[in-house]
């Protein structure tokens, strides 16, 4: 079974600071990765996926994660935070080759990002 | 616009008075899911849908129901809602149920049974 955590449930950086956001899994399997993000009142969008191409995943608003086999990480990061980043970010990890659903996407609990001014 | 839609945005009801939430996409996918998110817990798959007429459990489906009569639509249905299904519910659809495409995801609907 695969599982997800994500350290902290609230991280606060400020304005122009990097972003860090770490995120460790735990698959049987080879695994797909992605991060998703939540403004408030919004549903979830994607800012990146690991689909075991380059291990360096380049997404939206800047982000970017890299995928460390040997450390079972997907850490986010960001070198200059905005204030528009701030939101809830999701790690979420799927098994190669599954079929969705309970053994599908599995997320983690969460990580609340604080942008200081 | 491609979109997951879901009504309501709110509801508030009372203990026992069946319910559905519906679901729509406009996307052709054929894969559909709910998830309730709750503080803490992160999000949880509730049903899950590969297609037209199939349908599974997810993580936690005590309490609930699913139909997927039509591709783009997928109702979830609580016939006897209890207050310890007050959460924050999204579907989400994606082209397929292959593990690597991304899920898109509705507004979400938050429930709260009193």
């Known amino acids: 079974a695969q599982s997800v955590t994500q350290l902290g449930s609230h991280v606060s950086v400020s304005e122009g600071a990097l972003v860090l956001l770490r995120c460790n899994y735990s698959s049987s399997v080879p695994p797909y990765l992605f991060w998703y993000v939540q403004y408030p009142n919004q549903g979830l969008q994607l800012l990146l996926k690991?689909?075991?191409?380059?291990?360096l995943v380049k997404g939206i608003n800047g982000f970017e994660a890299e995928f460390k086999k040997s450390e079972t990480s997907f850490h986010l990061t960001k070198p200059s935070a905005h204030m528009s980043d701030a939101a809830e970010y999701f790690c979420?990890?799927?098994?190669?080759?599954?079929?969705?659903?309970?053994?599908?996407?599995?997320f983690g609990k969460g990580t609340h990002l604080i942008i200081q001014p | 616009e491609a979109q997951v839609t879901q009504n309501p945005r709110y509801l508030i009801t009372v203990t026992g008075k069946k319910l559905t939430v519906t679901c729509s996409q406009n996307?052709?996918?054929?894969?559909m899911s709910w998830y309730r998110q709750d503080p803490g817990l992160g999000l949880r798959q509730i049903y899950y849908s590969m297609n037209v007429e199939v349908t599974d459990k997810g993580d936690v489906p005590e309490g609930y129901k699913v139909s997927r009569k039509e591709k783009r639509n997928f109702p979830l249905i609580l016939e006897s809602p209890s207050p310890n299904q007050t959460s924050l519910y999204f579907c989400?659809?994606?082209?397929?149920?292959?593990?690597?495409?991304?899920?898109?995801f509705g507004p979400g609907t938050r429930l709260t049974v009193t």
């Open positions: 979420a990890v799927s098994d190669q080759g599954s079929g969705g659903g309970a053994d599908g996407l599995t």
């Open positions: 996307m052709n996918h054929e894969y």
């Open positions: 989400a659809s994606s082209l397929s149920g292959f593990a690597s495409y991304e899920q898109y």
């Open positions: 690991y689909t075991s191409a380059a291990t």
